[in-house]
């Protein structure tokens, strides 16, 4: 790609599309998630020519609705999938370094209880099981702790059925940023991803092989071709939509959580224990919220009746009361949101049963389709299906280069002196720097020479226009920054700021702005709505 064309600029896209379409790609990625973006950073820093179609925002799918760690998968250990729980609990670590900012070390605390999922025994076994197979060394190794020592560390745990306790090391991270971060950078190599543009018809040369795609632009309504030697199927739950065949190759599971006040639910750590039935659930706190999940239900309807039910909500609460000594209803959740896990079927299995691992199809036609998986193995996911491409290119292999790619070039230290340089509180660095990594420079950049004053809102929202392909208000609090989930009450207030800069700059039309408004009311509306 043309290096000195910011393409993720919001205002060049018809540019952007002309570029793309005039091209006849090594690599056509359909699925803008985590899985479609690790594809896309692996296979442009291996030197193929790659486009990237998502038909929405990027990560608007289960990428953005996950319970957002990076984990190693403790209870994979009871389905013996001990191949899964190494893979993935290696990743954590060397997901830590290549994006520190974003995948951060997170002590778990996991409760013990009379008659509950795991005893001192099987806990102690499965933990140190659990470390051995996901590498942990020294000070992050778990450790066992008495009722005392965990009541000290979360006093909030209800007193009679507890018997115990243990600590042990995962990684929080933000699923949406991760997937954005890895589509910027896949741009560095030359990666050509776009979104609002979703793949409708294959088109085949003479000898009947897939080589490329019609598309329709969801912004436009116009139609465009894309041309490539190889796709690959990366579109998570609608995986068989895509393939149009008879058989289905999937099963989804459906997952809720559900947001509350930190002053509500007042924890000190994230915490993993006993839901009221014979599953685990987390409480996780992030900013001034704590978030609550999930689930894990069958999902049989078409994906316009995905609601959070008012019997899933219930479930949460109950669990969240069961294990600890504070009030909760419906009335106090702030926030939820609600994803599908894309399995690949196997047999009559119940979903809770089903394998999270991934798998690679390939078609007569020679579409490559990758599906199954999870956030924390998207790397190694990324890397067999770009395996797969090089094979199908018949060209030389090219070993893949992301273990070594990291995704931030200045550090926290780097940044935050920048903000006190300029004489900007610790307080809004943070909230910042946890969001965009060092991007906040760049919104720093845009916070002066607009001479904003007060609030880095516009600046944020300038930002995103213009380096990350951001179109809409609702992109903006979703996706961008999970304004809705964990700043709830502060949306309106962020909203009345934006819209007079828009009005006295006059940057987005009326018309474009009040339905943008619209859309972001109707989704923060079903946030809270439960059916
Ligand atoms: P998606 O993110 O859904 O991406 C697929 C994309 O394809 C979508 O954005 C869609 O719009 C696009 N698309 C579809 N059709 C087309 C088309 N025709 N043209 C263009 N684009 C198209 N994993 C973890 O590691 N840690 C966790 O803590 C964790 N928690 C979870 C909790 C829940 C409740 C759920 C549901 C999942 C969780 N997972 C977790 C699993 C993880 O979130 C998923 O495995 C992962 O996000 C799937 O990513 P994906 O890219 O395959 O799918």
């Given at each position: 790609m043309d290096r000195k064309i910011n393409f993720l600029d919001t205002s060049l896209r018809s540019n952007y599309k002309k570029h793309i379409t005039n091209k006849n790609f090594d690599v056509l990625i359909i699925g803008g998630g985590i899985t479609g973006a690790g594809i896309c950073l692996d296979a442009a820093s291996r030197g193929l020519s790659v486009c990237l179609i998502e038909m929405n925002d990027f990560a608007s799918g289960t990428s953005s609705k996950s319970t957002k760690l990076i984990h190693g998968g403790l209870r994979y250990l009871e389905q013996f999938k001990f191949r899964l729980v190494h893979e993935t609990g290696s990743e954590r670590a060397i997901l830590h370094n290549l994006a520190p900012h974003i995948v951060k070390p997170e002590k778990m605390l996991l409760p013990i209880v009379k008659n509950g999922k795991l005893n001192k025994f099987s806990t102690r076994a499965a933990l140190l099981v659990y470390d051995y197979l996901a590498n942990v060394k020294g000070?992050?190794?778990?450790?066992?702790?008495?009722?005392?020592?965990?009541?000290?560390?979360?006093?909030?745990?209800?007193?009679?059925?507890?018997?115990?306790?243990?600590?042990?090391?995962?990684?929080?991270?933000?699923?949406?940023?991760?997937?954005?971060?890895?589509?910027?950078?896949?741009?560095?190599?030359?990666?050509?991803?776009?979104?609002?543009?979703?793949?409708?018809?294959?088109?085949?040369?003479?000898?009947?092989?897939?080589?490329?795609?019609?598309?329709?632009?969801?912004?436009?309504?116009?139609?465009?071709?894309?041309?490539?030697?190889?796709?690959?199927?990366?579109?998570?739950?609608?995986?068989?939509?895509?393939?149009?065949?008879?058989?289905?190759?999937?099963?989804?599971?459906?997952?809720?959580?559900?947001?509350?006040?930190?002053?509500?639910?007042?924890?000190?750590?994230?915490?993993?224990?006993?839901?009221?039935?014979?599953?685990?659930?987390?409480?996780?706190?992030?900013?001034?919220?704590?978030?609550?999940?999930?689930?894990?239900?069958?999902?049989?309807?078409?994906?316009?009746?995905?609601?959070?039910?008012?019997?899933?909500?219930?479930?949460?609460?109950?669990?969240?009361?069961n294990t600890f000594s504070i009030s909760m209803d419906k009335k106090d959740i702030i926030s939820s949101w609600v994803g599908l896990r894309p399995l690949v079927k196997d047999?009559?299995?119940?979903?809770?049963?089903?394998?999270?691992?991934?798998?690679?199809?390939?078609?007569?036609?020679?579409?490559?389709?990758?599906?199954?998986?999870?956030?924390?193995?998207?790397?190694?996911?990324?890397?067999?299906?770009?395996?797969?491409?090089?094979?199908?290119?018949?060209?030389?292999?090219?070993?893949?280069?992301?273990?070594?790619?990291?995704?931030?070039?200045?550090?926290?230290?780097?940044?935050?002196?920048?903000?006190?340089?300029?004489?900007?509180?610790?307080?809004?660095?943070?909230?910042?720097?946890?969001?965009?990594?060092?991007?906040?420079?760049?919104?720093?950049?845009?916070?002066?020479?607009?001479?904003?004053?007060?609030?880095?809102?516009?600046?944020?929202?300038?930002?995103?226009?213009?380096?990350?392909?951001?179109?809409?208000l609702l992109d903006f609090f979703t996706q961008r920054n999970s304004g809705v989930y964990f700043e709830i009450d502060q949306i309106k207030r962020y909203v009345k700021i934006l819209e007079n800069y828009i009005r006295k700059n006059n940057s987005v039309s009326k018309d474009k702005w009040e339905k943008e408004k619209l859309s972001l009311q109707q989704y923060i509306s079903k946030l809270t709505t439960f059916i």
């Open positions: 000070k992050d190794r778990n450790k066992i702790l008495t009722k005392s020592q965990i009541l000290n560390k979360e006093p909030l745990l209800k007193n009679n059925n507890l018997l115990g306790g243990a600590v042990y090391s995962e990684y929080r991270t933000d699923d949406s940023r991760l997937t954005i971060d890895l589509i910027k950078k896949s741009i560095d190599y030359g990666a050509c991803p776009i979104n609002y543009i979703k793949g409708e018809e294959f088109t085949y040369c003479g000898k009947g092989s897939i080589n490329g795609i019609k598309c329709s632009d969801q912004l436009s309504d116009n139609l465009i071709n894309i041309n490539s030697k190889v796709i690959i199927n990366a579109s998570g739950s609608w995986t068989d939509e895509v393939l149009k065949g008879r058989s289905k190759k999937l099963v989804l599971s459906k997952g809720i959580h559900i947001v509350v006040s930190r002053k509500k639910f007042n924890i000190n750590q994230s915490l993993y224990f006993d839901a009221i039935d014979s599953r685990m659930i987390f409480a996780i706190p992030r900013g001034d919220t704590v978030y609550i999940g999930t689930t894990d239900t069958k999902f049989e309807h078409g994906k316009d009746k995905l609601h959070v039910l008012e019997s899933e909500v219930e479930y949460l609460i109950e669990s969240v009361k047999g009559n299995k119940k979903v809770t049963e089903i394998s999270r691992k991934d798998e690679i199809f390939i078609s007569e036609k020679g579409l490559i389709t990758i599906a199954g998986g999870k956030l924390t193995g998207y790397r190694k996911m990324a890397q067999r299906a770009v395996d797969f491409a090089i094979r199908s290119l018949k060209i030389r292999k090219i070993k893949s280069k992301t273990k070594s790619i990291n995704l931030f070039t200045y550090d926290e230290d780097f940044c935050r002196k920048k903000f006190y340089d300029n004489g900007i509180s610790d307080k809004k660095f943070k909230r910042l720097y946890n969001i965009y990594g060092d991007g906040c420079l760049k919104i720093l950049e845009i916070y002066n020479q607009e001479k904003i004053s007060d609030n880095f809102i516009i600046a944020e929202y300038l930002y995103v226009r213009r380096n990350e392909m951001c179109h809409t």
